[in-house]
């Protein structure tokens, strides 16, 4: 069974700090995304990384893929309150579809 | 473009009763998948479809949930009959590609 663990679980920040979300599975996936869901809604797609050692950025979220395609990490710079929110990693598997494992999530609350 | 249409939003029903959920994808995406997340998880893939064919429904508890996707487009998820611990979020989403968009999900509470 493959598995996707996040660290940490829960994350509690003042406005203005940075803070790092780590997604680590013995698995290897053909792609890694990251998603941000608000309560009472779905997920929503922040990013999808393909290659192995991977760095995208959007605004002040930086996405990093492991080189060995099994880990991702998400860091956040100068943290603000509306990225509050439960930030989820989701492996890629394909196999002439593609299938995704979810990671276990984390919770991210940023004080004003 | 329209997306995912999910409904009804929210259901209250007491174990061992039966319900079900409604799925309306983006128009044109193939694959359909059914999640379920308990509170403060990630979704937990139940099935797949791939136009109105089962691609993987190995986590799915086949003694008492089933769905369907006939002619490859809406689809419907049933709980019959209800457990405790199926009260969750079940959230469909539909892909025509790597990604795939969420509908809002429907929040079940099992009493």
């Known amino acids: 069974t493959q598995l996707l663990e996040q660290s940490p679980q829960f994350l509690s920040i003042q406005e203005g700090e940075n803070l790092t979300v780590y997604c680590n599975s013995s698995s290897v996936f053909s792609s890694l995304q990251w998603y941000r869901q608000e309560p009472g809604e779905g997920p929503v797609l922040l990013v999808t990384v393909v290659t192995g050692g991977e760095v995208k950025k959007l605004k002040r979220l930086t996405f990093q893929f492991g080189d060995a395609r099994k880990d991702s990490s998400l860091h956040i710079t100068a943290a603000q309150p509306g990225d509050t929110g439960l930030y989820l990693c989701a492996g890629a598997i394909t196999s002439g579809t593609y299938k995704y494992i979810f990671g276990t999530g984390t919770r991210l609350k940023v004080l004003a | 473009e329209a997306g995912v249409a999910q409904s009804p939003r929210y259901k209250i029903i007491e174990k061992r009763q039966s319900v079900a959920f409604w799925c309306n994808p983006i128009s044109g995406h193939a694959t359909l998948y059914w999640y379920q997340q308990i509170l403060g998880q990630g979704p937990k893939l139940l099935i797949q479809?791939?136009?109105?064919?089962?691609?993987?429904d190995s986590q799915l508890p086949k003694d008492r949930f089933s769905a369907e996707r006939l002619k490859g487009v809406d689809s419907t998820l049933k709980i019959q009959p209800a457990k405790l611990e199926d009260s969750a979020v079940y959230l469909c989403a539909s892909s025509s590609t790597r990604y795939q968009y969420f509908g809002a999900g429907t929040r079940l509470s099992v009493l």
């Open positions: 479809f791939q136009n109105n064919g089962v691609v993987d």
